[in-house]
DNA sequence: ACACAGTATTATACCGAGTACACATCCCTC
DNA sequence: GAGGGATGTGTACTCGGTATAATACTGTGT
């Protein structure tokens, strides 16, 4: 979604051969976010059917790839343009949790917990490792920092969650079909309270 | 990545045809997390192709899917084991101001404060619509506060860039290829900090 | 000089999540 | 009994991403 547009900035600075992009990437974001070889070269063809690329002559072996007039207005584009902030992603372990509630038999609690550790576990692997890249690398600071953040705010969520889940009724949670008909339930429409937007 | 799991999760209650999955997905999670209906059938082809799920005999113009004994072992297998916390996701705010850092002519602060603006509003949204959901409504209530756990460390992360920024010496950041060749450079191998979990 | 190994560079076949859209059916109403 | 709307299912497609094939270059030992 967004390595795309990351190879048309490294292009942007002057015409580059498929695994220069690659190298440069992964300078920026060193070990942290790895590029697969494939996907510069995937990548690259999709921009250039799109028209956002060209690429040169083959020489020898390689192959110049240069960012068209076109390519140039869809980066500007993009860099100026806020991401959705609707429709959030579907996260992976907020739906583990909701899966959770309305199982039987599960002890949420301690998947909250066991969770939590694992969070905490990898939020200090990535400070030790933060620790120790040099202050100039800012990219890689960036990356790491995010990541951080990411983390905590995931360890901030299952705390909420946990003191959520533990002033409530027990088992209240558990599949709140209310509005659902025994078997053929018409859908919940609610107002969409989001529209502000876009 | 994580809806196969829920419809496994919700066929574990017992056998159900398509739709009323989509009906109960989304019950527990709003109008925030809507659920495109071909997602349904798609992820339960492919869930039955793996053997997680049977299809009933056609009922009528309805088809029952029911869990298999292997989508059992799956679906818990999957509950306890905590996701990858190595190999961050790709964020895409992230690339944007690594990428506008190498781009000359482009205003890095004023892009990072736009972005922020544009957060905070978000945040803004959810909260007036966290404080509109009843407090029974548990699934809900969880992927609110997940968003805006995730937003709130977007912001924190802008604010920390912003302050790494300005505390560096001017366009110090710009492309630092230092261990780049003038043309084929080799790849930086540096020792790989994050052994210790896998 | 030749075989062999390794690596740099590109290309392609494939996969899974997700979307749009078409197709079929039932039921209600006029 | 003919629309029309809700209900229910299926499919063709896009898109990001991965694994792996294919090809050419470079060095090394004997």
Redesign the pocket.
Same mark, same amino acid.
């Given at each position: 979604?967004s390595? +795309?547009h990351a190879l048309l900035a490294l292009l942007a600075e002057g015409p580059k051969?498929?695994?220069r992009l690659r190298q440069e990437f992964q300078a920026q974001t060193g070990e942290v976010w790895p590029l697969?070889?494939?996907?510069v070269?995937?990548?690259l063809?999709?921009l250039e059917k799109e028209g956002n690329v060209e690429s040169d002559e083959v020489d020898?072996?390689?192959?110049r790839f240069r960012i068209t007039a076109e390519g140039s207005r869809e980066l500007q584009r993009w860099l100026h343009t806020p991401p959705d902030t609707d429709a959030p992603p +579907?996260d992976e372990l907020v739906i583990k949790v909701q899966v959770a509630l309305r199982m039987p038999g599960v002890d949420v609690m301690e998947l909250l917990q066991v969770h939590r550790r694992h969070m905490v576990e990898a939020m200090q692997r990535y400070t030790h490792l933060k620790a120790e890249t040099p202050p100039g690398e800012v990219g890689l600071g960036l990356v790491i920092d995010a990541q951080l953040f990411r983390l905590e705010g995931i360890v901030r969520w299952l705390d909420a969650a946990e003191a959520r889940l533990r002033h409530l009724p027990d088992q209240s949670w558990a599949a709140s079909d209310v509005d659902l008909a025994p078997d053929?339930g018409?859908?919940r429409q609610r107002a969409n309270a989001l529209g502000g937007n876009r």
């Open positions: 979604m390595v +795309r051969y498929g695994l697969n070889v494939g996907q070269y995937t990548t063809h999709r020898g072996t390689q192959k +579907r053929t018409s859908l």
